[in-house]
T-cell receptor, first 114, second 110 residues
Framework: DAGVTQSPTHLIKTRGQHVTLRCSPI?????VSWYQQVLGQGPQFIFQ???????GRGNFPDRFSARQFPNYSSELNVNALLLGDSALYLC?????????????FGPGTRLTVT | SQQGEEDPQALSIQEGENATMNCSYK?????LQWYRQNSGRGLVHLIL?????REKHSGRLRVTLDTSKKSSSLLITASRAADTASYFC??????????FGAGTTVTVRA
């Protein structure tokens, strides 16, 4: 079975631009979560979606938004990029809707904002 | 805010030695999870220990949990070069949010 996939792998953007990151969960998983990991730190929670509904949002500005599609894939959008948005963006899927269950992570998208 | 904090921040050991890292957390938990991350890529789930368990094993991994001290430890026995990675503990702050510590970076020298 394919694991969680994310695209693109790497991305370079300029300040002020917009970016869309994509995630495909493991087949059968209905929960998708997004995390931001700045170099040298642990992942920080951004969003969780389950059955196409937003279940939780972390402490991120409104420039960050996400959605989940009928096939359970997900997009993370970031507007008006700042230098501080440079990070590894991780997507995780789970068969269940609770964060306390095992999460399966994708390889991440490395975003560099210049 | 981070729920878990790992200690030490970095660890360097010789191949074949054991590696021990600790995690402290702040609030009551349902369970605690440990993840591994190689070279800034995706995280891999290693082991989950429930709040009513004190010790759990998986291959060369041994995890302990002390809920009275709000702490957990991860022991890797007979380390290998492939164990070189960052290790994170994670707890669910609520139904949807998994909170990670800053991690322990383990380097296994040949």
């Amino acid at each position: 079975d394919a694991g969680v996939t994310q695209s693109p792998t790497h991305l370079i953007k300029t300040r002020g631009q917009h970016v869309t990151l994509r995630c495909s969960p493991i087949s059968g998983h209905k929960s998708v979560s997004w995390y931001q990991q700045v170099l040298g730190q642990g992942p920080q929670f951004i969003f969780q979606y389950y059955e196409k509904e937003e279940r939780g949002r972390g402490n991120f500005p409104d420039r960050f938004s996400a959605r989940q599609f009928p096939n359970y894939s997900s997009e993370l959008n970031v507007n008006a990029l700042l230098l501080g948005d440079s990070a590894l963006y991780l997507c995780a899927s789970s068969a269940l809707d609770r964060a306390r269950y095992e999460q399966y992570f994708g390889p991440g998208t490395r975003l560099t904002v210049t | 805010s981070q729920q878990g904090e790992e200690d030490p921040q970095a660890l360097s050991i010789q191949e074949g030695e054991n590696a021990t890292m600790n995690c402290s957390y702040k609030t009551s938990i349902n369970n605690l999870q440990w993840y591994r991350q190689n070279s800034g890529r995706g995280l891999v789930h290693l082991i989950l220990i429930r709040s009513n368990e004190r010790e759990k094993h998986s291959g060369r991994l041994r995890v302990t949990l002390d809920t009275s001290k709000k702490s957990s430890s991860l022991l890797i026995t007979a380390s290998r070069a492939a164990d070189t990675a960052s290790y994170f503990c994670a707890t669910a702050l609520n139904d949807y949010k998994l909170s990670f510590g800053a991690g322990t970076t383990v380097t296994v020298r040949a």
